[in-house]
């Protein structure tokens, strides 16, 4: 027998190592958790899964993001946590926003928030998981987990080892984009997690002096990639340079126009 590589996607073995979920800290129930994917960097994942989380506690829902974007965090400065985590032999307690969202990051445990991660793959997937066993995340009735762009050994580790109940894939339109889309939503298949659907951001531009909608990246394609690839399309969302600016400020949850609030409405259905 050839000896494991632990890449499922590609191995027709029934081993019984597919199922490698560990149970979260003693002192959690988390009753949803969402991965946000994209097929590549630079698409907006990130400001994505802030505004989801937000719009979602807007709706009175408690909610967390586990950051698992560890060479590139970004999700505590959306919100605007810079303090580093504390904890006890109990676990580690997550930073909590103004909004009342719980967060856990590197940021939160590294000594400088500029501090580069020089590690190998499976050092950084096993942080993943630690997060989730030994951060006391409490009553959470939705986790967005923030996903590393690509398929590579996180998004496989939280496939396998957290119970996640659905794939929010976010993508532009750019070129190539169909084949990148299909890679992050055929993956998620060959785990057996459902793709809940599509999120296209940086969709159009719309002018404020005459209200048209501009494509600034090129026509969008998202229909039909989404009927190729049998998912729904979620969410068009505009160019906003203010929504970026409320991002790099820490104010994603004060921003006036949440565009993913529908979306929040969707899933809470």
Known sequence: MAECTHD???????????????P?????????VIAVVSGKGGVGKSTVTASLAAAM????????VLDADITGPSIPTAFGIHQRATGSDAGIDPAVTAGGIKLMSLNLLSANETDPVIWRGPVIAG???QFWQEVIWGDIDYMFVDMPP????????????????????VTSPQDLVSMIVAKAVNMAKM?????????????????????????????????????ELDVPVLARLPINPALAAAFDAGKIEAF??????ELAEKLDS
Request: proline content about 5%.
């Open 8 to 22: 499922c996607s590609s191995c027709s073995a029934d081993c019984g190592s597919r199922d490698l979920r560990v």
């Open 191 to 227: 785990m057996d997690i459902p793709v809940l659907g599509l999120v296209e951001n940086y969709s159009y531009f719309q002018c404020p002096d005459c209200g048209r909608q501009h494509a600034i990246f090129g026509e969008s394609h998202i229909e039909k990639v989404a009927a």
């Open 256 to 261: 006036p126009t949440n565009y993913m609030a």
């Open 150 to 169: 690509g398929t590579g050994d996180v998004p496989l580790t939280v496939f396998q080892s957290l119970p996640v109940d659905g794939v929010i894939v």
């Open 127 to 129: 942080v993943v998981t």
């Open 24 to 32: 979260a800290n003693s002192m959690s129930s988390v009753k949803q």
């Open 57 to 64: 506690a807007q709706k009175g829902r408690k909610v967390a």
